[in-house]
């Protein structure tokens, strides 16, 4: 397979990593050996925020008086369609059972989390859909309590839109606490809320590593790293769409790579000349984040055809995956690794991200190539059981204790030997190797 780079990146998404994770364990041990003192000694420091910790039913109907009505229906659309599209993929989850052999019954039973923490990035950006997202799901797979954690602003606290969002999808309690702060007091089950057993949700290399120190004592969504875009487009696909989908995924951070793969070289050429204009029109925060992203992460590869395309993709195994090509039906069976597809220019990246029902919560870092994104199925744990009649238990009991004993495992065969010999004393068992 021959790929040609018309542009190459010159950093990786690991390129400036730096070593969080004493700094996160220190953290995490001193909230939990000091409890709620310490954790509000850090948001203090980190927050620069003395308000209430945890939202009272008062603040939380004030900061929703607060967002425009434009702004509320906004939220509430996309609620709906997240909502109604996670009753959906519920739906595939069920409980089933099996009698494997005559008087042997096995089955599976689907049972939600009881406690989980969704954490909402509120720093440069306000993620109101990472609320949306987060809470929704949690909430239609019928946990008993959510807890939605935002970083308050300096003075200000939490923006009012996470609050009205938080609230509308479902969540018991709000905690104002960003950071490892804000992971530990729902990990610890810090000012009277339960403790996690799933924290879910993006955020900062801080909070990634709090999330991967704590995994194994509560469950967690992904370890995720910068965001990143692939769009395979061919000759047909419009370059200035191209080129604005793009830019608007680089501006997620300065580390966030966007790649485009095509088929067609002088529409590669178009989007390279037409991207640094897009993102000289950003305002300034996000004109920053996207010029260091194009800069040093993007790349821009030409393949002679779709099935060289395709391969490339799976190679890359993107959070997020667009084609803009003929024959869409075609590369939604190929293609195989992504975090979530977008078929076609009609749909969009920022879609997904915000508000068409998908979630925008994805496996970064080719992490794609193993698992998918965060949904209902993330917050049940598919267990399994089983129940037999004595007749029932007979053939099993016999496969056992013979396996058991070639594995040099006497303790489990004896424990099949003494039904066998209660259940079925007039008969004669051979249960040798």
């Known amino acids: 397979m021959t790929r040609k780079y018309l542009k190459k990146a010159t950093k990786t998404a690991t ?24 954790a509000l000694r850090y948001a203090e420091k980190f927050d620069r925020y003395e308000g209430n910790v945890l939202l009272t039913e008062e603040e939380i109907a004030a900061a929703s008086d607060a967002v425009p009505q434009q702004l509320k229906e906004d939220i509430i659309f996309a609620h709906d369609n997240v909502r109604r599209f996670a009753e959906v993929q519920k739906q595939t989850m069920q409980n089933v059972e099996l009698e494997v ?36 799901t949690a909430k239609v797979a019928g946990c008993d309590h959510i807890v939605a954690c935002s970083p308050p602003r300096p003075g200000v ?40 057993d799933i924290l879910v949700g993006p955020g900062n290399q801080f909070v990634a590593e709090a999330k991967r120190i704590l995994y194994g004592r509560v469950g967690i969504d992904m370890i995720a790293g910068p965001t990143d875009s692939l769009i395979l487009a061919d000759g047909t696909a419009d370059p200035f769409i191209v080129a604005t989908d793009l830019v608007s995924q680089a501006e997620h951070g300065y580390n ?13 050429e178009k989007v390279m000349q037409m991207v640094p204009d897009l993102i000289a029109d950003l305002p300034e925060t996000n004109r920053l984040s996207a010029e260091a992203a194009w800069r040093d992460y993007a790349e821009v590869i030409v393949c002679d055809d779709r099935e060289e395309m395709a391969a ?24 195989q690794c992504y975090g979530s597809l977008f078929l076609g220019e009609e749909t969009t990246v920022s879609f997904g991200d915000k508000a068409s029902g998908t979630n925008h919560v994805l496996p970064t870092s080719r992490s794609a190539k193993y698992t998918g994104g965060l949904s209902v199925h993330k917050y049940m744990k598919v267990v399994t059981w089983q129940q037999a009649t004595r007749d029932g ?14 594995e040099g495992m006497e303790g ?9 010999k209660k259940y079925f004393p007039d008969e004669t068992f051979d249960l040798s190797l």
């Open 256 to 268: 966030s790579p966007v790649w485009l793969v095509t088929s067609d070289e002088a529409l590669a």
């Open 15 to 38: 390129s400036d990593a730096t070593d969080v994770g004493e700094t996160v364990r220190t953290i995490l041990s001193d909230i939990e050996a000091g409890g709620d003192e310490a």
């Open 101 to 136: 052999v005559p008087g042997f019954t096995l089955g599976q039973k689907v049972i939600p989390c009881r406690a989980v923490g969704c954490y909402v990035p509120g720093g440069r950006y306000s993620h109101i859909a990472s609320a949306i997202m987060t809470v929704t």
């Open 157 to 196: 606290g939490i923006a009012p839109a996470i609050i009205f969002a938080a609230n509308l999808c479902g969540a018991d309690k709000i905690l104002a606490m960003g950071g490892v702060q804000g992971v530990a007091a729902m990990t610890f089950g810090l000012f009277g809320l339960p403790k996690a």
């Open 393 to 406: 238990s007979k053939s099993v009991a016999g496969a056992t204790a013979r396996i058991s004993r070639l």
């Open 312 to 335: 490339t993709s799976d190679d890359y195994a993107p959070e997020h995956l667009t084609v803009q090509a003929e024959d869409l039906p075609w590369w939604l069976e190929r293609l």
């Open 412 to 420: 489990h065969a004896r424990s099949a030997d003494v039904r066998l």
